[in-house]
């Protein structure tokens, strides 16, 4: 079992950017699909971004073209770099760890972070 610490939300203005940390203990990223996800009040879980243990990636439509997931086994820690945010993109950020890169679903993933909050003023 993994544990996933998030941090670096925060509040931006819109078109700033973010840089999200992921840092894991208890057992390496390597054995991990590495995954974020987002969640506001009221709503289901929604898949934004993951990355396999070979550096396969794959977004939602919206975040292909403005964030980049990456990973450094070495630190044990996954990123998620966001630029051009928009408002719609607020949300508590997630990071979870599981067995699938393509086509994520929430149940896919085992573990999970407590989440980071990103907030994005219009």
């Known amino acids: 079992q993994v544990q996933l610490v998030e941090s670096g939300g925060g509040l931006v203005q819109a078109g700033g950017s973010l840089r999200l940390s992921c840092a894991a203990s208890?057992?390496?990223?390597?054995?991990?699909?590495m995954a974020w996800f987002r969640q506001n009040p009221g709503n289901e879980r929604e898949f934004v971004a993951t990355i396999s243990q070979y550096e396969d990636k794959y977004y939602i439509g919206s975040a292909k073209d403005r964030f980049t997931i990456s990973r450094d086994n070495a630190k044990n820690t996954v990123y998620l770099q966001m630029d051009s945010l928009k408002p719609e993109d607020t949300a508590l950020y997630l990071c979870?760890?599981?067995?699938?890169?393509?086509?994520?679903?929430?149940?896919?993933?085992?573990?999970w972070g407590q989440g980071t909050q990103v907030t994005v003023s219009s």
């Open positions: 979870a760890a599981g067995t699938k890169w393509y086509a994520p679903r929430p149940d896919d993933f085992s573990s």
């Open positions: 208890g057992h390496t990223i390597n054995d991990y699909a």
